[in-house]
């Protein structure tokens, strides 16, 4: 091998991020999703956002109980 394995392989990376994108795109996501509810009063903003996240954990679960495999469907790549 021309290079080491500690600069390529998952299994001697880190658990620290480092690069902060996925960070930001969870945040964003998690934001424009209760854009809505935000101008509410806090418990009335707090039980929505509760009832969203449970509602997107049950259609989750329901989705991955319908996998055939121990792993989620493959999606072709971009053209």
């Not at 809505?36 to 679960?61: G, P, Q």
Request: some cysteine; aromatic content about 12%.
């Amino acid at each position: 091998m021309s290079k080491s394995p500690k600069h390529w392989t998952k299994a001697v990376f880190g658990c620290q991020s480092k690069f902060d994108m996925v960070d930001n795109n969870i945040c964003e996501a998690f934001n424009s999703s209760i854009v809505e509810v935000r101008y509410k009063s806090i418990i009335t903003m707090l039980e929505e956002i509760r009832v969203w996240l449970i509602t997107r954990i049950v259609e989750k679960r329901k989705f991955c109980k319908s996998w055939k495999q121990n792993y989620g469907p493959v999606k072709k790549g971009r053209k």
